[in-house]
């Protein structure tokens, strides 16, 4: 199996399904878990030198922070039947330095994102800056909410979340952000997290670079990671199955400079498309 391909496994005690830290990745900056609770069931964390963003990707939690000794309490968090839902998820901020605690109100789909991070204040994030958008045209028409983008307060967290219609084409023409140029490119891991409707689908996703030394197709199932260190990473998903994908970028600078393949460019037209 392609070492870019995390699979989920069955809940441990606390809930979490899925798991990539830097370590495991290989990298410096971007973390991810995903945890199923069950009703009443709590998921607790915080960090010295990491933010969270908390993302109710389904379900609806209770979620206690405290920052500095100044403690906050968010209730009634998210709420959205699912991942498909055509509502933005619930979701809430610590900073490093915080502790922070979801108390789960039914069954919930929580994914839990990090990276390095400084001080500041919890907070919730409210679902009205979270920008609804149709990018593409044709089979490239996706659709996009950004959860935490680069006009937000955080220090290197980037969350966008990802719906691409059956038979779409999605993060395309290919696009990278591996090296910091500059106003022209920034250097950004990032982690994709799939979901299919109905499940049993699969989609494909490409992650390769300009001189093939990473070049690998991985066929991904409901539930799955792609992890991509660098290169470009198109996704396809097929006839008949909704793809959703839930995006986790950090780098040395919180900006999303993006650069297409340059054989493939002419697809976004005179003006460069937005390509997630």
């Known amino acids: 199996m392609s070492k870019l391909r995390v699979r989920p496994h069955a809940p441990a005690a606390d809930g979490t399904v899925l798991e990539v830290t830097p370590a495991s990745a290989g990298w410096q900056h971007v973390g991810f878990r995903v945890v199923l609770l069950a009703d009443g069931q709590e998921h607790a964390g915080g960090s010295d030198d990491r ?98 983008p680069q006009d937000q307060p955080a220090h290197s967290l980037l969350v966008v979340e990802v719906i691409t219609p059956p038979g779409h084409w999605s993060s395309y023409p290919p696009h990278k952000h591996d090296t910091a140029t500059g106003d022209e490119e920034t250097a950004l891991e990032e982690t994709y997290w799939h979901r299919l409707d109905p499940p049993q689908g699969f989609a494909f996703q490409r992650v390769y670079t300009d001189d093939r030394s990473l070049d690998e197709t991985v066929c991904v199932e409901d539930g799955d990671v792609v992890l991509v260190p660098r290169g470009y990473h198109p996704v396809g998903a097929p006839h008949g199955y909704a793809l959703y994908y839930l995006n986790v970028m950090a780098g040395p600078s919180r900006r999303w400079i993006f650069r297409n393949d340059p054989d493939h460019a002419w697809i976004a037209g005179p003006v460069k498309d937005s390509a997630k």
């Open 51 to 148: 933010e969270t963003c908390l993302v109710l990707v389904a379900g609806s939690a209770d979620v206690d922070t405290e920052v500095a000794g100044t403690r906050r309490s968010f209730t009634g968090v998210g709420g959205r039947a699912s991942a498909f839902a055509d509502a933005p998820p619930g979701a809430v901020y610590v900073p490093a330095g915080g502790r922070w605690s979801v108390r789960a109100r039914g069954p919930v789909e929580l994914a839990v994102c990090s990276a390095p991070g400084e001080g500041g204040e919890a907070r919730l994030i409210d679902p009205a800056t979270m920008s609804r958008e149709v990018r593409g045209q044709g089979t490239n028409t996706r659709h996009v909410r950004n959860i935490l």
